[in-house]
Each structure stands twice: as structure tokens, then as C-alpha cells.
């Protein structure tokens, strides 16, 4: 009897083949998994970055360096006005103008970068005066970067409308891991103190936004054409979508900001380890609405419900249940990480993971508006969350210190959400989709992970 000759794979094969499919995909769900995986790899740098600095800087060294370095981020994404989300919405609508929309974004990033650094010069020295006058006087040269923190944002939203995930990530991954390397070098050669390790949060970026940036413009050799018209069509939907983009970034900095001008500096190394330990979990929510912002624009209103509420109770369905592992975890954690001199940011960062995982749906049911171009009414109900929370930090954080940050900003989190439900049923007049996973929605997920896993990349042949 003759043998037939069958090609059989091998099974290491079988599993490179699929490796590289999933990483030449450029599926949006494909795009999504991989953000979600460098989102991943970020954490676990961004942990052991965190672990080391607390460890040799103690709390009032971290607090010393948490402000120095928070302030430049903080202004710069505060004042960005939406022009990335803009960028996006009017590139994805307007492919054709895309060069020069990029070119124009550029330049409004500019003059809002120098706006930001010229508020943060003034404004530091009145508001952290409970520390030294050498930590003010870095926090104020920090400033200097605020113009290419803008810059970079444009370029982001960039590559996020240009599909190009794979820059993206590179450049989100790059930042934290040069940072690593350089606390390693400093604790080696025993150079690290609050200033240095400061500089090693803040440096490392420099030279890649400058790349990034000579790249792009390389990339978009257009004139500036329709200067005017772009000009109207970035600023009037980034006004429109800054309010939810200024809330987003306050609800991250805001905290911190409060506390450095209420507290001791050691109190605020204590709540900057809670927070950075307890935003973990956020990267399921963050990694999806980076790839849901872009595809949902594409969408009718229907599809873009239908597929932001699927994102929504898979995303908060694991930041959950990571939480809570997390909350049970946490005894351990905390000291064997940073030392027992943490210990007493335990209550606070279970306040805190409540908050993220609340905060992160909001994040992705918001992307349903921004799709459909109303994100105005994203920016209206959110303020109300805005003008809740800082009061309450001011009226909480001096009668209960770091647990009354954690209160505050958990009431200003469920607020927001109740906010983004109720807008949802009654500004888009739509049936409110069920919140709670569900068996279909698990085998949504398997199947679109299928589909490109064994999805054969453009240019293989058999």
C-alpha cells in the first residue's frame, strides 16, 4: 500500500505562524490586544520603576520627585484643548486633508505648550511652598517641556488615525523602559536622589518626540493649505471634546496636584505609590479606547453603541476582578514591594481601585460621543463631576488626609458614570444595552481572536 505524502506542521511552527499573523494584523481588534499587551509590559515597567524609587527615595523623597516631574504633564495635557481628539475625528472624516490638518495641529500645539509653560512657572511657587525652594525651582525649569508634551499628543493622534499602532506602542513602551534603565544606573553608580531620578522621568522622552515629530512632517510634505478652514475645524471640535479630555487628565493629576499643596511632602510619596499601584488595572480600559475612538467614528450610532457597551462590560468585567485580587492581595503587596513605611496607604488604595475601575468604563462609554461628534455633551455632564471633586479634596483631604482623597475621588467617579449612562438614554435617545458580561459577549471575544490569529498576513504565500 503506497503512503501518501502529507505535509504535516509542526506545532512550534503552527504557533510562530500565528505569532506573526497576530502581530502583522492590522485588525482593530488585533490593534486592540497588542495595545492592551504593551499596556501590559508599561505596567510591569512602570511597576519596577515605582518599587525601586520608593525603596531609595523613601515617602518624602517620592513625594519630592512626584512633584517635580507632575507638574510639567499635568499642564501640558490640561492644556492641549481637545486638538488631539480633533485631530483624529477630522483626519478619520477628512482623509484627504489629513498632511495638513496634521501640519495645523502641530502649530496650535505650539502656542498652547508655551501657554502651559508660562502658567507653570508663575503658579509654582505659590503652590508648593511646603517644599524646598530647590524642588520649586526644578518644577519650574520642568516647564520648559510642556510645549513637546503637546507636540507629542498630536503625534499620537497621529498614529492612531494613521492605523500605525505599532509606532504607537513602540513609543509608549520606550519612554518607561529608557526611565528604568537610567534609576538602574543611578542606583549603581549611587547617584540617586529625588532630583536625579526626576530627571530620568522627564529626559528620556526628549529625543523621541523630536523624532517622532521630523518623521511625521517628513511623512505629511503637504503646504498648509486651507489653513483657515482647519484651523476652525480642529478648534471647534476641540473645544467641544476638551472638556472631556481636561477631566480625564485632572481626574489623573488633580489628586496629587491638591495633596502637594495640602500635605506633607512624605504624604504625598504615600499617595503617589497608592495611586500608581492601584492604576494597574487600568490598562484594559485605556488599551481599548485607544483602537475604540478611531473605529467607532466610522460607525452608524447604532453600531457604535452596540460595540462601545460590548467594550465597556468586557473591559470593566476584568479591571473588576483584577481589583479585587488586587484588594486581597494588597497586606502583602505594599510592604514586601516598597517597605512597611507604606503600610498606611493601604486603605487608600482600595478606595483607589474602586475608582479606577469606575473611571475606566466612563472612559470607554464616553467614546460613543466623541465617535458621533457630539462630544460636548461629554464635556458638560463631566464638569459636574469636575466641580465636585475638587471641592470635596480641599474640604476632605485636610480633616482626613489620604483616605479623604480616596472618598472624594471615588463620589466624583460614580457621579461621572451616572452622568455618561444618563446621557447616553436621553441625549442619544437609545435603549440603554445590558451592563453585565455575558456568555455572548465571551464568545465575541474568542472569535474576533480567532479570526485574526489564524488570519493569513497580506504578502505570506503557502
Not at 521630523?214 to 480642529?234: C, D, E, G
Not at 504625598?268 to 505609590?273: E, F, Q
Not at 483584577?322 to 497586606?331: C, G
Request: hydrophobic residues 50%; glycine residues 6%; proline residues 4%.
Amino acid at each position: 500500500m503506497q503512503q501518501l505524502n502529507v505535509k504535516t506542521t509542526p506545532p512550534a511552527a503552527s504557533l510562530w505562524s500565528m505569532l506573526r499573523s497576530f502581530t502583522k494584523s492590522k485588525d482593530n481588534s488585533s490593534a486592540a490586544v497588542k495595545t492592551m499587551f504593551v499596556s501590559v509590559l508599561i505596567l510591569l515597567v512602570n511597576m519596577l520603576t515605582g518599587v525601586l524609587t520608593a525603596r531609595y527615595l523613601g515617602p518624602s523623597g517620592r513625594g519630592e520627585q512626584t512633584a517635580m516631574v507632575n507638574w510639567s504633564q499635568f499642564l501640558a495635557f490640561s492644556l492641549s484643548f481637545g486638538i488631539p481628539s480633533a485631530l483624529i475625528y477630522n483626519a478619520k472624516k477628512n482623509p484627504q486633508e489629513a498632511g495638513a490638518l496634521y501640519r495645523m495641529a502641530l502649530l496650535i500645539a505650539v502656542g498652547f505648550g508655551l501657554l502651559a509653560m508660562t502658567i507653570g512657572i508663575v503658579v509654582l511657587p505659590y503652590w508648593l511652598n511646603s517644599f524646598s525652594e530647590s524642588v520649586v525651582a526644578f518644577a519650574q525649569w520642568s516647564m520648559l517641556l510642556c510645549p513637546l508634551i503637546v507636540i507629542s499628543q498630536v503625534n499620537n493622534a497621529a498614529f492612531q488615525f494613521r492605523g500605525d499602532y505599532r509606532t504607537f506602542n513602540l513609543m509608549r513602551y520606550l519612554i518607561p523602559l529608557l526611565t528604568l534603565a537610567l534609576i538602574g544606573l543611578l542606583i549603581v553608580t549611587d547617584s540617586i536622589n529625588p532630583y536625579t531620578t526626576a530627571m530620568a522621568y522627564l529626559l528620556p522622552s526628549v529625543p523621541l518626540f523630536i523624532g517622532m515629530t521630523v518623521s511625521l512632517l517628513r511623512t505629511y510634505k503637504v503646504k498648509l493649505r486651507n489653513a483657515s478652514q482647519n484651523f476652525k475645524r480642529l478648534f471647534t471640535y476641540g473645544l467641544g471634546s476638551y472638556g472631556n479630555d481636561l477631566l480625564g487628565q485632572f481626574s489623573y493629576y488633580i489628586d496629587q496636584i491638591i495633596i502637594a499643596g495640602l500635605l506633607r511632602p512624605a504624604d504625598l510619596g504615600l499617595y503617589a505609590v497608592a495611586v500608581s499601584l492601584s492604576r494597574m488595572v487600568n490598562f484594559f480600559s485605556t488599551s481599548i479606547t485607544v483602537v475604540l475612538f478611531p473605529k467607532a467614528s466610522e460607525l452608524t450610532k447604532d453600531e457604535a453603541v452596540s460595540l462601545t457597551f460590548k467594550a465597556f462590560r468586557i473591559s470593566t468585567t476584568c479591571t473588576l476582578l483584577a481589583s479585587l485580587l488586587l484588594m486581597l492581595a494588597a497586606p502583602l503587596v505594599i510592604p514586601l514591594l516598597y517597605g512597611k513605611e507604606f503600610n498606611t496607604a493601604l486603605h487608600v488604595f482600595r478606595l483607589l481601585l474602586l475608582e479606577v475601575t469606575i473611571s475606566g468604563g466612563t472612559m470607554i462609554l464616553a467614546q460613543v460621543f466623541m465617535a458621533l461628534g457630539k462630544p460636548k455633551f461629554v464635556s458638560i455632564l463631566q464638569g459636574v463631576g469636575l466641580l465636585l471633586v475638587i471641592p470635596l479634596l480641599f474640604v476632605m483631604v485636610p480633616k482626613f488626609g489620604l483616605i479623604g482623597a480616596g472618598i472624594a475621588m471615588l463620589s466624583s467617579g460614580v457621579l461621572r458614570f451616572l452622568f455618561i449612562i444618563l446621557n447616553i438614554r436621553f441625549n442619544l435617545k437609545v435603549k440603554l444595552p445590558r451592563m453585565i458580561v455575558s456568555g455572548e459577549d465571551i464568545q465575541w471575544m474568542k472569535t474576533t481572536m480567532n479570526s485574526y490569529i489564524r488570519k493569513k498576513p497580506a504578502g505570506d504565500t503557502q
